[in-house]
T-cell receptor
């Protein structure tokens, strides 16, 4: 069964350092989402791609976060510099159709010390 | 714009029923339901698009009211495997062309033997 892949699964970093997360969506899925989930809360959309284009990044803190999906397949989310408040689970999801289900990857648990 | 879920938490015995509600102050384009177990990715349960719609599989079903501002998830004859946190993800009419979802804060369900 096809799955969304993410790496790393866990990342511990010190504040002011740079971190990067990688996501490989299900093959053929044009839509890719990056979410941030703080413990005890629901996922919050950071950025949405349709192929290689950004569709929505209204909640992305652009002073420190960046995301790219250069060839419309896999994607990278970067934080520079990391802050203590960035500690959270970062989830990637993909969908073959924006009106249907989103398939989530296992996530990257980020801890900023 | 975040939907409100109720209750925040519920504890059941195996075989008991539960209802989880998701309410929005605005009419919705869609409602998605997901279940997330601790430390794992959210898993899709179902999507509702039409006012008055009801759908389900096995012993988990959901409804979407006529005004499309409230959805309920019904779990009947609960099993231990139903334990987890349930999220509704709502699509607003303004974002119907992007598929953007806003998730509720979650309802934690614990099923005991």
């Amino acid at each position: 069964e096809a799955e969304v892949a993410q790496s790393p699964r866990y990342k511990i970093t010190e504040k002011s350092q740079a971190v990067a997360f990688w996501c490989d969506p299900i093959s053929g899925h044009a839509t890719l989402y990056w979410y941030r989930q703080i413990l005890g809360q629901g996922p919050e959309l950071l950025v949405q791609f349709q192929d290689e284009s950004v569709v929505d990044d209204s909640q992305l803190p652009k002073d420190r976060f960046s995301a790219e999906r250069l060839k419309g397949v896999d994607s990278t989310l970067k934080i520079q510099p990391a802050e203590l408040g960035d500690s959270a689970m970062y989830l990637c999801a993909s969908s073959g159709d924006i009106y249907n289900e989103q398939f989530f990857g296992p996530g990257t648990r980020l801890t900023v010390l | 714009q975040q939907p409100v879920q109720s209750p925040q938490a519920v504890i059941l015995r195996e075989g008991e029923d539960a209802v989880i509600n998701c309410s929005s102050s605005k009419a919705l384009y869609s409602v998605h339901w997901y279940r997330q177990k601790h430390g794992e990715a959210p898993v899709f349960l179902m999507i509702l698009l039409k006012g008055g719609e009801q759908k389900g599989h096995d012993k988990i079903s959901a409804s979407f009211n006529e005004k499309k501002q409230q959805s309920s998830l019904y779990l009947t004859a609960s099993q231990l495997s139903y334990s987890g946190t349930y999220f509704c993800g709502t699509g607003l009419h303004g974002s119907s062309n992007t598929g953007k979802l806003i998730f509720g804060q979650g309802t934690t369900l614990q099923v005991k033997p």
